[in-house]
């Protein structure tokens, strides 16, 4: 069992950066690849970045490559996000996921623990 506890999220004005944080409980977090998604009021769950469990992987949806950077410290487990050159439309509750993987995973599908989410809106 691995329970995620997201941080780090606000109202920041477009341009802004924001650094999200996802501590994980237990052991194993070294055992896990860690995903950010993120979800806008009336779309759909979209996948953000990817990191496989040794850190060495990573993956980024088109629209952040360049501006997000996440990463992880498996001796505090957690991961990161780091949100640079924010705009309105990256406006969503993100949540960070843990999926029992060697692999970079970009689906939601292979995920097997979800934290709350962690509110972030960007005004323009």
């Known amino acids: 069992q691995v329970q995620l506890v997201e941080s780090g999220g606000g109202l920041v004005q477009a341009g802004s950066s924001l650094r999200l944080s996802c501590a994980a409980s237990g052991r194993t977090f070294r055992d896990y690849s860690m995903g950010w998604f993120r979800q806008a009021p009336g779309k759909e769950r979209e996948f953000v970045a990817a990191i496989s469990r040794g850190g060495g992987s990573r993956n980024y949806a088109e629209s952040v490559k360049g501006r997000f950077t996440i990463s992880r410290d498996n001796a505090k487990n957690t991961v990161y996000l780091q949100m640079n050159d924010l705009k309105p439309e990256d406006t969503a509750v993100y949540s960070c996921?843990?999926?029992?993987?060697?692999?970079?995973?970009?689906?939601?599908?292979?995920?097997?623990?979800w934290g709350q989410g962690t509110q972030v809106t960007v005004s323009s």
């Open positions: 996921a843990a999926a029992r993987t060697a692999y970079v995973v970009t689906s939601y599908a292979p995920y097997d623990y």
